[in-house]
């Protein structure tokens, strides 16, 4: 079955730089998307085809691929990043479906 | 601007049919180019796809395999809405429910989303 896999959580210090990582079979044929969650929030956009960034999202958020690894990267973290980070992507292998990453907490230290 | 507004019962019992409805303004729900989804989160599935709605001339769905002989996902063009409805429901399906578009570049925006709780 297609799943994406994440680390559970990622710390980093405010001014640094945070790297998520997100691993799954078909992330060489499929694009990925990030998403930020905030506590009691809805989940927001903030990467969509890998690399791109919508109108709004900091600059400082940024996604690369590499083989069937997708990466977001924020540089400069500030306080305000924390949160839960998603990965989705999708299978058509037999039929359409999304699939969404188990997510990455950010710890601001 | 799209907006998504969402209702429906916050309480539902087992065996009963979770029924929540997705307010779409700022586009249609007619769009040719995207589609209307449900997605659910909890404790413990996470964030969990359950299936779509678009139009390409026609009416078209997908749904999730987990939930594929119990969903339903429909437009109502009338009211630029569209809506799930989840049979049989157990305390399983107890999650945070969201209303999502995806236009091609990802899920944006999402509803509010809608705490469903099935209890007795």
């Known amino acids: 079955s297609f799943e994406l896999t994440q680390p559970p959580s990622v710390s980093v210090s405010p001014g640094q730089t945070a790297r998520i990582t997100c691993s799954g079979d078909?992330?060489?044929?499929?694009?990925a998307y990030w998403y930020q969650q905030k506590a009691g929030q809805a989940p927001v956009l903030v990467i969509y085809?890998?690399?791109e960034r919508p109108s709004g999202i900091p600059e400082r958020f940024s996604g690369s691929s590499s083989g069937t690894i997708v990466t977001l990267t924020i540089r400069g973290v500030q306080a305000e990043d924390e949160a839960d980070y998603y990965c989705q992507s999708g299978d058509r292998s037999d039929s359409y479906r999304d699939v969404f990453g188990g997510g990455t907490k950010l710890t601001v230290l | 601007q799209v907006q998504l507004l969402q209702s429906g019962p916050g309480l539902v019992k087992p065996s009963q049919t979770l029924s929540l409805t997705c307010a779409i303004s700022?586009?249609?729900?007619?769009?040719?180019?995207?589609?209307w989804n449900w997605v659910r989160q909890s404790p413990s599935r996470g964030l969990e796809w359950l299936g779509r709605t678009y139009y390409r001339s026609k009416w078209y769905n997908d749904y999730a395999v987990s939930v594929k002989s119990r969903i339903a996902i429909n437009p109502d063009t009338s009211k630029n809405q569209f809506s799930l409805q989840l049979n049989s429901v157990t305390p399983e399906d107890t999650a945070v429910y969201y209303c999502?578009?995806?236009?091609?570049?990802?899920?944006?925006?999402w509803g509010q989303g809608t705490l469903v709780t099935v209890s007795s």
């Open positions: 078909s992330l060489p044929k499929q694009y």
């Open positions: 085809k890998d690399t």
């Open positions: 700022g586009d249609s729900v007619s769009s040719n180019n995207v589609a």
């Open positions: 999502a578009r995806d236009f091609n570049y990802g899920f944006d925006p």
